[in-house]
């Protein structure tokens, strides 16, 4: 079994900047084998992936990330960041990681992103 635990979650002013963090315990073996990513879902709202990095490290992102938030792996500490730039109000949501390898999905339990106006 692999367990994801989020961090780095709170309350920021719009324009302001949160670092998301995931770390991987388990039977993970290397991270670094894994498509790891992060979703969100607002209040009322579907869950929708924001940001995805592939084994071999390509990334990509959402539209409305695209230029603000950047997907980041550090395999020796079984670490996978998500940095959050220019954030807006819509970007409120409970940010949760994901992570999969050989069709087994794996997630987090979320952690709360407030942006205030």
């Known amino acids: 079994q692999v367990q994801l635990v989020e961090s780095g979650g709170g309350l920021v002013q719009a324009g302001g900047s949160l670092r998301l963090s995931c770390t991987a315990s388990g039977s993970i073996f290397s991270l670094s084998r894994y498509t790891m990513g992060w979703h969100r879902q607002a209040p009322g709202k579907q869950r929708d992936l924001v940001a995805r990095?592939?084994?071999?490290?390509?990334?990509n992102y959402a539209d409305s990330a695209k230029g603000r938030f950047t997907i980041s792996r550090d395999s020796a500490k079984n670490t996978v960041y998500l940095q959050m730039n220019s954030l807006k109000p819509e970007d409120t949501a409970v940010y949760y990681c994901?992570?999969?390898?050989?069709?087994?999905?794996?997630w987090g339990q979320g952690t709360q992103v407030t942006v205030s106006s």
């Open positions: 994901t992570g999969s390898l050989f069709g087994n999905d794996y």
């Open positions: 990095i592939s084994s071999g490290s390509s990334t």
